[in-house]
């Protein structure tokens, strides 16, 4: 196991983005940011790059580092806890990620379009505010960000999200469920 020190990890951890933020700077492209999101060459289907390498040794060491300062029953709640499909399933299923105005808009015009209350749409828009899906700019009102751009204009995206919370996950929950009543379909040459 790695003994680094916490210390020793940040300075890591520092040294990668600086090397980040260089890659970036030698191609002319912007730092990623919640207003505008990825530089395209930081995107999972970009060719190979050093800023690409670097974007993915960063995650994975801010993600050690995460890991690391959680204490270990969270380990095994967190992801539940702080699951950005929580909210964005229903952003998407109530219509709320379509009907979002581009310019960003008030909880109160969006209840009042979509025929919904005040305070589920405030809470659902603020719990995705947390994941950096929208902005909160003053009170009850919310602005794009690059991902809820994307969920505003990219139909496949709000029906993977559909799909994945109405059907993908409750049949991953049901896997266990069944291979207990089933033992023998859950062998290993069947996966």
């Not at 379009?113 to 994941?131: I, Q, S």
Request: net charge negative.
């Amino acid at each position: 196991m790695d003994t680094s020190t916490l210390k020793e990890r940040a300075v890591d951890i520092s040294k990668v983005a600086d090397t980040l933020s260089d890659e970036l700077a030698q191609l002319h492209l912007p730092e990623p940011s919640f207003e505008h999101g990825l530089p395209g060459a930081l995107h999972s289907d970009a060719p190979d790059s050093n800023a690409s390498a670097a974007r993915q040794e960063l995650l994975q060491k801010l993600d050690e580092y995460r890991s690391l300062l959680t204490e270990p029953t969270l380990h095994l709640t967190l992801n539940w806890q702080r699951n950005p499909l929580i909210s964005v399933h229903s952003v998407v299923r109530l219509g709320i990620a379509e009907t979002f105005p581009s310019q960003g808009g008030t909880v109160q015009d969006l209840a009042s379009r979509l025929n919904l209350r005040d305070g589920l749409v405030r809470r659902l828009l603020a719990h995705c505010a947390t994941h950096h899906i929208y902005y909160q700019t003053e009170h009850d009102f919310f602005v794009h960000t690059a991902a809820s751009t994307v969920l505003k204009e990219n139909e496949g995206m709000r029906s993977w999200i559909l799909i994945g919370a109405e059907e993908l996950i409750p049949a991953t929950l049901k896997a266990s469920v069944y291979g207990k009543a089933e033992p023998e379909a859950l062998r290993a040459s069947d996966t």
